[in-house]
C-alpha cells in the first residue's frame, strides 16, 4: 500500500497524472465485459442481416453526400482509453436513429437488433473511464469525431441519417465493437 501512494505521488510530481487516463484492458476493469463481444451469436448476426436488408430496401435511393463515418475512420487512430468513448457515441446515434425510423413494419425486424445495440451500449458504458476533472473534454481526433457525430443530426436529413447509420451497421459491429472489445490488442 505504502509503494501505491509512493508511486502516485511521485506521478503527481513528474505530472504524469495530468496525462489523461491510463490505458487498461477492458477485462480488468470492474463491471466491464466488452470482450464478451469479439463475436456475435450466429442468431443475432442473421438478425442485424434482415434488419439491415429490410432497411436498405426501406429506404428511398437518395445521393446524401454527408459521410457520417468516413472510410479512415479507424478507432486504432485513438487511444486506448478513448475507443470505447467513440464506439458508445457511435452506438448511441445508431440506437436513437434506428428507434426513431418511421416505418412501423420495422419494428419486429428491428427488435432484436435494437435489443442488441441496447445491451452491447450498456456494457460498454461501464468500460468508460472516467475523464479526469482537468481533462473535462476530449481533444483531437477524439474531440473531432465526438463533434461530428453530435452535430450530424443537425446538418443533415433525418433519410440522410438513417441511409448512413445503416450502410454503417455492420462496420460498427465487425471492426468497431471487435477493436473495442480487443482492447490493447487491436492495432
Known amino acids: 500500500?505504502?509503494?501505491?501512494?509512493?508511486?502516485?505521488?511521485?506521478?503527481?510530481?513528474?505530472?504524469?497524472?495530468r496525462a489523461g487516463p491510463v490505458p487498461i484492458s477492458t477485462s480488468t476493469r470492474t463491471g466491464c465485459d466488452i470482450g464478451k463481444f469479439k463475436s456475435l451469436l450466429p442468431?443475432?448476426?442473421k438478425a442485424f442481416k434482415k434488419a439491415k436488408d429490410t432497411l436498405e430496401n426501406s429506404l428511398k435511393?437518395?445521393?446524401?453526400c454527408f459521410s457520417l463515418f468516413p472510410r479512415n475512420w479507424e478507432l486504432t487512430q485513438l487511444q486506448v482509453w478513448e475507443r470505447p468513448v467513440a464506439l458508445e457515441a457511435e452506438l448511441a446515434l445508431t440506437l436513437k436513429v434506428l428507434e426513431t425510423m418511421p416505418d412501423?413494419?420495422?419494428g419486429d425486424i428491428l427488435?432484436?437488433?435494437l435489443h442488441t445495440l441496447h445491451h452491447i451500449h450498456s456494457?460498454?458504458?461501464?468500460?468508460?473511464?472516467?475523464?479526469?476533472?482537468?481533462?473535462?473534454r476530449p481533444h483531437g481526433l477524439l474531440y473531432h469525431w465526438l463533434h461530428r457525430l453530435q452535430k450530424a443530426p443537425k446538418k443533415v436529413s433525418q433519410e440522410?441519417?438513417?441511409?448512413?447509420?445503416?450502410?454503417?451497421?455492420?462496420?460498427?459491429?465487425?471492426?468497431d465493437l471487435n477493436c473495442v472489445a480487443k482492447g490493447d490488442l487491436c492495432v
Do not use: H, K, Y
Open 111 to 113: 427488435d432484436q437488433p
Open 123 to 136: 456494457e460498454l458504458q461501464a468500460c468508460i473511464l472516467p475523464q479526469p476533472a482537468t481533462d473535462s
Open 104 to 106: 412501423s413494419s420495422l
Open 61 to 64: 435511393p437518395q445521393s446524401c
Open 1 to 17: 500500500m505504502l509503494a501505491t501512494w509512493f508511486l502516485v505521488l511521485v506521478a503527481l510530481e513528474l505530472g504524469l497524472a
Open 43 to 45: 442468431t443475432e448476426w
Open 160 to 175: 440522410c441519417l438513417q441511409c448512413t447509420v445503416t450502410f454503417n451497421l455492420f462496420r460498427l459491429l465487425t471492426r
